[in-house]
């Protein structure tokens, strides 16, 4: 059964960091996307931040380009989200998401349960 586990959500002051982890189970780091969205109140969901394993390459939302940092550690089957100069307009709930290959060619979604992140002023 596949799982992600997100961790590391919580409440800091605008200017503050935090460190958003995803542990997954029932897959290996091989194949996959892996990254977080996000929402607030009212809002759409908008993509953070994801990693490809096929590539190595990175995306960033335009809203935290500079500021956040993803990265995976394979051997441990989690990926890390690094908020730096955290400011208000962070404050959402955070989703996990990957996409990882399924049988006979498909590609299958999960997401993580979600974490709160609340950024102060």
């Known amino acids: 059964e596949v799982q992600l586990v997100e961790s590391g959500g919580g409440l800091v002051q605008a200017g503050g960091s935090l460190r958003l982890s995803c542990a997954a189970s029932?897959?290996?780091?091989?194949?996959?996307?892996i990254g977080w969205f996000r929402q607030a109140p009212g809002k759409e969901r908008e993509g953070v931040s994801c990693?490809?394993?096929?590539?190595?390459?990175?995306y960033y939302g335009d809203s935290v380009k500079g500021r956040f940092t993803i990265s995976t550690d394979s051997a441990k089957n989690t990926a890390y989200l690094q908020m730096n100069s955290l400011k208000p307009e962070d404050t959402a709930v955070y989703y996990c998401h990957a996409n990882v290959p399924g049988v006979g060619g498909s590609r299958l979604v999960y997401w993580g349960q979600g974490t709160q992140v609340t950024v102060s002023s």
């Open positions: 029932g897959f290996t780091f091989d194949d996959y996307t």
């Open positions: 990693i490809s394993s096929s590539d190595g390459s990175t």
